[in-house]
């Protein structure tokens, strides 16, 4: 049973276009997350969600937006793509109960040509 | 800013051969510093969170202690299935958001 899952695994498209990433996950848990991960492998958070609050990382340009239609999805929408935005980009989750155990989906792979 | 550096980048061992890798941190407060365990094409996967100075744990072959500035990563006896990329991750309690810092890995090479 996955327990965080995203789609698409991998996702090519053209300069300028808009493209959407969607979470989900089905742990309960209260709060999610995007980060990305550049060619170097270096793992950057984005943002962090939860019904009370959306934080926003201050280097992540505006047109990257997360939205939340419930509490167990947590999609990724990115207008006007750029050529660096290509990159992994990962969903995770976790429950801010004290242990703050973030759980990580697979990954999608976004190549802007 | 919250600061977690990794050393070594990488790192080739024989199976075997036991090592560790180390995670140095600088935050205001640590809430807790995160171990994960990334394969190639795979999201990161939890293995260990420390909370406190002098706190330990295990799990089989790998153990991660915590003092006031780093953490370390000791790999006992590897195999080649512990080959991976090894992230370091720190939470600060003064930032208020439960994101996470992370280090940019040790990339762990265990040969037969």
């Known amino acids: 049973d996955t327990a965080v899952s995203q789609t698409p695994k991998y996702l090519v498209t053209q300069m300028g276009n808009d493209k959407s990433i969607k979470c989900e996950q089905n742990l309960g848990h209260d709060t999610m997350y995007w980060y990305k991960q550049d060619s170097k492998k270096f793992l950057k958070i984005m943002f962090s969600?939860?019904?009370?609050?959306?934080?926003i990382n201050e280097t992540v340009p505006n047109r990257f937006s997360p939205k939340s239609p419930d509490k167990a999805h947590l999609n990724l929408h990115i207008n006007s793509l750029e050529l660096g935005d290509s990159a992994v980009y990962f969903c995770a989750s976790s429950q801010v109960d004290g242990t703050d155990t973030q759980y990580f989906g697979p990954g999608t792979r976004l190549t802007v040509l | 800013e919250d600061q977690v550096t990794q050393s070594p980048e990488a790192l080739r061992l024989q199976e075997g051969e036991s090592s560790s890798l180390n995670c140095s941190y600088t935050?205001?407060?640590?809430?807790?510093l995160f171990w994960y365990r990334q394969d190639p094409g795979k999201g990161p996967e939890f293995l260990f969170t420390?909370?406190?100075a002098g706190e330990e744990k295990e799990k089989e072959r790998l153990k991660a202690t915590l003092t006031k500035k780093e953490s370390f990563l000791h790999i006992t006896a590897p195999k080649p299935e512990d080959s991976a990329t090894y992230l370091c991750a720190v939470e600060d309690s003064g930032a208020g958001s439960y994101q996470l810092t992370f280090g940019k890995g040790t990339k762990l090479s265990v040969i037969p």
């Open positions: 935050v205001s407060g640590l809430r807790g």
């Open positions: 420390l909370y406190s």
């Open positions: 969600y939860n019904n009370k609050e959306l934080i």
